[in-house]
């Protein structure tokens, strides 16, 4: 089946760093999101990515469908403390057996220092 | 706040009740899901339902029962659960009309089986 590969695992970061994340794939994916989970909440949505070679901002987050529709990252810049949490990128092929199904990666730990 | 609620929040129970989650959207979505998440991995898919018609079931066994009794409402019925089911348990919802809507998840349902 599909595998996503998302790295790194966990980061430690200062306050006002920049943090970059990715995810990779065997497969071509038609959809790439990517979700922030904190903890007792549900996964919310940051950034939906639709077309290989978008580049999307949602304020201080920027993302990008890969251009092989194989691969997706993840920007933060400037962090702060309530960027910590958890990040899930997640791939979407196309209809058929795959329709509504979500491969998720193993998720980004994110700490924050002040 | 999310727009899709579940309800309970916690809840505990041993491996001989029977219980109901239940889940509610109003964002005229016509796919539902049901997730179950282990602490810091990603959610795993247990159910889709489309136009209120179970679509996908990933072989989850016969103590978690779904039902979708109408377009906004979503309910998993528990009963004779074990110990390892011990989960958050998340919906979430999307359109259908077009491959690649991103799911919008609720808050989740904290299980503990004694």
């Known amino acids: 089946g599909q595998q996503l590969n998302q790295s790194p695992q966990s980061m430690f970061i200062q306050e006002g760093e920049d943090v970059s994340m990715n995810c990779t794939s065997s497969?071509?994916?038609?959809?790439w999101l990517w979700y922030k989970q904190d903890p007792g909440e549900g996964p919310v949505l940051l950034i939906a990515l639709y077309k290989a070679g978008e580049l999307t901002s949602n304020g201080r987050l920027t993302a990008q469908f890969g251009i092989t529709r194989k691969d997706s990252f993840l920007n933060i810049s400037a962090s702060i403390p309530s960027d910590v949490g958890i990040y899930f990128c997640?791939?979407?092929?196309?209809?058929?057996?795959?329709?509504?199904?979500?491969?998720f990666g193993q998720g980004t730990i994110l700490t924050v220092h002040p | 706040d999310t727009e899709v609620t579940q309800t309970p929040k916690h809840l505990v129970m041993g491996m001989t009740n029977k219980k109901s989650l239940k889940c509610e959207q109003h964002m005229g979505h016509r796919a539902m899901y049901w997730y179950k998440q282990k602490a810091k991995k990603p959610p795993e898919l247990m159910f889709v339902?489309?136009?209120?018609?179970?679509?996908i079931n990933e072989s989850v066994p016969s103590r978690f029962s779904p039902e979708c009794p109408n377009s906004s409402l979503l309910n998993l019925h528990l009963h004779a659960l074990q110990p390892e089911d011990s989960a958050l348990y998340l919906c979430?919802?999307?359109?259908?009309?077009?491959?690649?809507?991103?799911?919008?998840f609720g808050d989740g349902t904290r299980l503990s089986i004694l």
């Open positions: 979430a919802s999307s359109q259908v009309r077009t491959v690649g809507q991103p799911q919008h």
């Open positions: 997640a791939g979407q092929g196309a209809g058929g057996t795959s329709y509504g199904k979500l491969t």
């Open positions: 339902y489309s136009y209120e018609k179970l679509s």
């Open positions: 497969s071509i994916f038609n959809t």
